[in-house]
Structure formats: C-alpha cells, structure tokens
C-alpha cells in the first residue's frame, strides 16, 4: 500500500521586516520571529528608543536584529526600509504589516481630518509595504498584514478604521493572485481585542472589563498570542495557507 505525501513547500528566507515593531503586537511579532530564527529588520515611525529596546532584546538571546525608521505612509520612506534591510541581511524571506493607527471617529463631516490621516497610514501605508515586499520578497516567501475583527462588529466610531481595514484584506487577496507562480503566500491575520497601548488607549477600566468578557475564552488577547500565528503562517507548516483572513479571537466574533 502506498501512500501520498503533500508538495515540499519553500521555506522563506530567514529575514523579516515588521513594521510598527516598536511595541505592542508588532513587537511582540519581532521577538517571536526572531526566536523562530530569523533576523528581523525592526520598523518604526517616532520611538527611536522604544525600537531599540526590541533590537536588544533580539541580541540579548543570540538573535540579529536593526532598527530601521520609516513612516509607512511615505513612499521614499518605504523604498529606504526595504533597501536598508537588504543591505543589511542580503535577502527578505517575510515581511509583516503591522503598523498602523485606531483613532475613533463617527461618519461626518467634521471627521474628514481623521478620516484622511488614518487612511494614510492604514491602507495607503498597507498598499506601499505590500508593493515593496512584492518587488523584493523571494520565491517562497511570506507576507502578511494585520486587519481587525472588529469589521465583523460595525460598533459606533469605528467607520474609518473599519473602511481601512476592509481594504487591507481586499489587497492581500488581490495580492496573493498577483504573485502567482512564485511560491509566495499573502495572508492577512485580523486580532480581536488585545492588551495593547493602542487598544487601551482613551477605554475606562469598566470598558476593558466588558471587552474581556465578550469572548467566549473571557479575556483579551496578549500580543504573544497574534505573534503565534504569524509564527505558524511563516512557518513550514504554514506554506498551504493563501489569500486568507486569519482572525485569532478567542471566538469574539
């Protein structure tokens, strides 16, 4: 009796770029990679300090790691952390979207001010990043952007952030058909609520209480728990997954 076995799918290169590194999930996605042993170019926009605190961590344990700044909305900026990081490490196996900001805002016209800046960074800096890691990935490579799950709640004040989530997904669909042929997926990975900065920011301690009991698992995601399914989706176990919208949520929505 015979049996089959699944295609050999590419490992990517060991080398990664995360944007919005400097704290919080992205953060949490550096320090994870770079236990998975890859070298990991560290992006940031304003907190200098913040950026290094993660390259030294990743050095700490025998990792490599380098700070890069760049402000994902600016195209120049973008071109120069993808040119810094393969002038660093030669090659970029993955490349992880994370960057990003969550202002609140209704549907009126006296938001068009936060409207146009969180479309910005969100999804013009997602259409950047992603067309980089397009030119410069190699075959068998990984990418991925980070969504939210709240696009499945529509709450109240979340219209700008949800429209530029939204589009974030519909890129890396588009995306993964555009790679074709070259053995690179595009994912997109969309957390429910996480303890982060971003997160926590402007929400009382009763407004948190109440997110954290929404799951079924009754708590608010950590960043390590986002960080391990970037792990496995860049992963060799993770090679068969493509044009897909992870959400890890602990069953929020």
Do not use: C
């Amino acid at each position: 009796m015979t049996t089959s076995r699944s295609p050999a799918t590419a490992s990517p290169a060991r080398t990664a770029i995360v944007t919005g590194a400097s704290r919080g999930i992205g953060r949490a996605i550096a320090l994870r990679l770079a236990e998975d042993g890859f070298k990991i170019a560290v992006n940031y926009s304003g907190n200098a300090a913040k950026a290094q605190e993660v390259v030294s961590s990743v050095r700490a344990t025998g990792g490599e790691a380098i700070a890069v700044q760049a402000d994902v909305s600016r195209a120049e900026d973008v071109q120069r952390l993808f040119a810094t990081t393969l002038e660093a490490y030669g090659t970029l196996g993955v490349v992880v979207h994370n960057a990003g900001v969550m202002p609140l805002a209704l549907i009126a016209p006296d938001s068009i001010e936060a409207f146009d800046r969180i479309v910005q960074i969100n999804l013009r800096g997602a259409f950047l990043v992603l067309g980089q890691a397009a030119q410069h990935i190699q075959s068998g490579g990984r990418i991925i952007a980070l969504s939210t799950t709240v696009i499945a709640k529509s709450f109240p004040r979340y219209g700008p952030y949800i429209a530029t989530k939204a589009g974030v997904e519909g890129l890396v669909h588009v995306l993964a058909n555009e790679l074709r042929g070259r053995s690179i997926t595009v994912n997109a990975v969309a957390p429910g609520p996480v303890a982060t900065e971003l997160f926590l920011d402007g929400k009382t301690d009763e407004q948190v209480a109440q997110l954290g009991k929404v799951p079924p698992l009754e708590r608010l995601g950590q960043p390590e728990d986002i960080a391990r399914v970037v792990s496995f989706l860049v992963g060799a176990d993770g090679g068969w997954i493509n044009s897909q919208v992870v959400r890890a949520n602990g069953g929020f929505a």
